[in-house]
């Protein structure tokens, strides 16, 4: 991998989130595209599948049938989906948070960011589908540097549950969150909710 190619893709990610922040989705947007545009042009038609280098799924790399791509990639498909939902643009988004989770297949943040998507739109299966999948790769120490992460795929899962009627489910699950986040307000809102339609047989 060229590095110099990696630390100017790594920048120009770093440009794009600062202009989300920033309030300017559609000029991130060009940025996230010059990186991922950068990265295509480098491999030069090369047609073999991606993964990012920081990927943990490394065998097949290591046995050539995919090439690796620098982690900026990923987050600039990431980024891009982002800036496209502050636009508006879930249709156009879709397509960028999966290509994040595909060439990241281990990173549990980009499943829950591409579940969150579907949960917007009220597709509860498909949505508890992906936090399901963050849960599974997600490190489960409840001390560990992923706590946050692990707490918003249960929470999510718990979420998606309710909606689909499951509520000892879903209980279970917010119940569970709390170990990785104890202090969460939300999840605790959502027990009192459960707990206060279990009570009415709702």
Same mark, same amino acid.
């Given at each position: 991998?060229?590095?110099?190619?990696?630390?100017?893709?790594?920048?120009? =990610?770093?440009? #794009?989130?600062?202009?989300?922040?920033?309030?300017?989705?559609?000029?991130? =947007?060009?940025?996230?595209?010059? =990186?991922?545009?950068?990265?295509?042009?480098?491999?030069?038609?090369?047609?073999?599948?991606?993964?990012?280098?920081?990927?943990?799924? %490394?065998?097949?790399?290591?046995?050539?049938?995919? =090439?690796?791509?620098?982690?900026?990639?990923?987050?600039? &498909?990431? #980024?891009? #989906?982002?800036?496209?939902?502050?636009?508006?643009? #879930?249709?156009?988004?879709?397509?960028?948070?999966?290509?994040?989770?595909?060439?990241?297949?281990?990173?549990? &943040?980009?499943? *829950?960011?591409?579940?969150?998507?579907?949960?917007?739109?009220?597709?509860?299966?498909?949505?508890? %589908?992906?936090?399901? &999948?963050?849960?599974?790769?997600?490190?489960?120490?409840?001390? $560990?540097?992923?706590?946050?992460?692990?707490?918003?795929?249960?929470?999510?899962?718990?979420?998606?549950?309710?909606?689909?009627?499951?509520?000892?489910?879903?209980?279970?699950?917010?119940?569970?969150?709390? %170990?990785? %986040?104890?202090? *969460?307000?939300?999840?605790?809102?959502?027990?009192?909710?459960?707990?206060?339609?279990?009570?009415? $047989?709702?």
């Amino acid at each position: 991998m060229n590095t110099a190619l990696h630390v100017e893709s790594r920048n120009d =990610v770093s440009k #794009g989130f600062a202009l989300i922040r920033a309030g300017k989705p559609a000029q991130a =947007v060009k940025m996230f595209d010059s =990186v991922i545009l950068a990265s295509e042009q480098a491999l030069g038609g090369d047609a073999r599948p991606r993964l990012c280098q920081s990927s943990a799924s %490394d065998a097949p790399v290591a046995a050539g049938k995919a =090439v690796a791509v620098s982690s900026a990639v990923c987050d600039a &498909h990431f #980024g891009k #989906g982002f800036a496209l939902v502050d636009l508006g643009r #879930g249709d156009l988004a879709e397509a960028e948070l999966r290509r994040a989770t595909e060439l990241a297949p281990e990173n549990a &943040h980009f499943a *829950n960011e591409y579940a969150e998507l579907f949960k917007s739109r009220r597709e509860w299966q498909q949505s508890y %589908d992906l936090f399901s &999948h963050a849960w599974a790769i997600v490190d489960k120490a409840p001390k $560990g540097s992923d706590a946050p992460v692990a707490a918003r795929a249960l929470r999510g899962m718990g979420y998606n549950k309710i909606e689909m009627g499951q509520l000892d489910d879903a209980a279970k699950l917010f119940r569970q969150s709390l %170990d990785y %986040d104890p202090a *969460n307000v939300g999840a605790k809102t959502e027990l009192d909710f459960i707990a206060q339609k279990q009570a009415i $047989g709702a």
